[in-house]
């Protein structure tokens, strides 16, 4: 490794590492969250109930879900850059499948295994980013990450009804499959799992930290007195619960936002999947922002404030109705607080628990943001086939960001 006063390349490898990171979320987030923006043209061509469109999201959750903390382990054991390329052609060949699908069935198959792939583009890359900033920038280095994901959504609400309109909606499945697959290349030849594989102290590193240098460093092992250690860590289960309610929330909104302002508003197509566009728009602003502000007020202050924003822009888009100004309005708020809460409760995980348990713990909070997501999909389509109307599935989401907000306020600061 280089002396800490050693001359570096004019251009760190960390940026590199956080590039490539930004391409990947890029597309998996297209992926992810442009589901939403589809969701509409395959309930009307395959002809699928509400509770159907959130439980073919929730088969790509259960196996996601699932599989996040194995990808978490295996990130620590065998490297960001084997795990992510491997994973990335699962996630590559899903989603062209998807494109192919039927009926319910086969594109809950699919689409479960587009999860699968997934798995390795979250937790690791998370993982992955965080060794290769110094602590202090992190909030900096996630909040340019996460531009990724939102991106990824606002470009999506533009792209699918243009190719929808000329084609068909399985073809932004072909064109994001084999966008995938170009990043299983990408990934393989650019990622290094952390920075002394080049030589290298993590960006803004100004001394070796001896708390970190001191540290254990062998990931290998069983991984289960590890978390039995973490999960007994009241911090732990406060963090949690407060990411499994925020989840919840917004996977409500995301999943069912354009379908509900196209057929219960009864907007154009291309104005209800515009809502995506927004959402992804106050994400990149949101991110930038949020993430730099978290370097100085904290994460867990961060979080708090970020989720009764989440609350509030939900009430927003209740009151709103199919007044545009206030509902995209309210819209953009919440793709601005969306955009950092992931990334800020990954960022905890580095404030709380040891480096080089990182990937594990990500991977554990993974399955509270998945539950969340897959009980708020269920229980979402569920209410609106029931009621004919997405307003009490949104009153129930405002009502879960709040109480998120509420947990973290007995979170305590982290010490160092």
């Excluded at 054991?77 to 494109?99: D, E, P, Q, W």
């Excluded at 992931?342 to 990937?359: I, V, W």
Aim: with cysteine.
């Amino acid at each position: 490794m280089k002396e800490a006063g050693a001359r570096t390349p004019e251009i760190h490898w960390a940026w590199v590492i956080l590039f490539i990171c930004f391409l990947n979320l890029f597309v998996n987030y297209g992926i992810r969250l442009g589901y939403g923006v589809v969701l509409p043209e395959m309930i009307r061509t395959i002809h699928l109930t509400r509770t159907q469109g959130g439980d073919i999201f929730n088969s790509y959750l259960l196996v996601y879900v699932c599989l996040s903390p194995f990808a978490g382990h295996l990130t620590d054991r065998f490297g960001a850059r084997r795990v992510i390329s491997l994973f990335g052609i699962v996630l590559g060949v899903g989603t062209l499948l998807l494109g192919s699908a039927t009926g319910f069935g086969q594109a809950s198959l699919f689409f479960a295994l587009v999860g699968m792939g997934a798995a390795a583009m979250w937790t690791p890359i998370m993982t992955l980013v965080q060794r290769w900033f110094a602590v202090e920038r992190r909030g900096m280095a996630l909040g340019i990450l996460a531009t990724g994901f939102g991106l990824g959504f606002a470009v999506m609400g533009r792209l699918h009804p243009f190719i929808i309109a000329h084609w068909s909606w399985r073809h932004c499945w072909y064109l994001l499959g084999i966008a995938a697959l170009t990043m299983v290349v990408v990934n393989a030849i650019f990622l290094r799992s952390k920075p002394e594989d080049k030589g290298l102290l993590p960006w803004g590193t100004r001394t070796p930290d001896p708390l970190e240098a001191s540290a254990p460093q062998s990931a290998g092992g069983c991984m289960l007195p590890i978390q039995s250690k973490i999960t007994r860590m009241p911090t732990f289960w406060l963090i949690g619960a407060s990411y499994f309610l925020v989840a919840g929330a917004l996977y409500v909104m995301t999943t069912f936002m354009v379908d509900y302002a196209r057929y219960e508003l009864d907007f154009s197509y291309s104005t209800a999947s515009f809502l995506a566009t927004v959402h992804g728009s106050g994400q990149i602003i949101g991110v930038l922002i949020i993430g730099f502000l978290s370097d100085h007020i904290g994460r867990r202050m961060t979080i708090l404030l970020s989720n009764l924003f989440i609350a509030a822009s939900i009430g927003g888009i209740l009151l709103a109705g199919a007044e545009v100004s206030w509902l995209f309005a309210s819209v953009a708020v919440m793709g601005a607080f969306y955009g950092a809460t992931f990334p800020m409760y990954a960022a905890a995980c580095g404030d709380y628990f040891a480096k080089e348990r990182m990937g594990k713990v990500i991977g554990l909070f993974t399955l509270f943001y998945g539950s969340g997501a897959i009980a708020a999909n269920r229980v979402a389509g569920h209410l609106r086939d029931v009621s004919g109307s997405f307003s009490t599935p949104f009153f129930l989401a405002m009502l879960a960001a709040l109480a998120a907000a509420f947990l973290m306020y007995f979170v305590r600061r982290p010490e160092r």
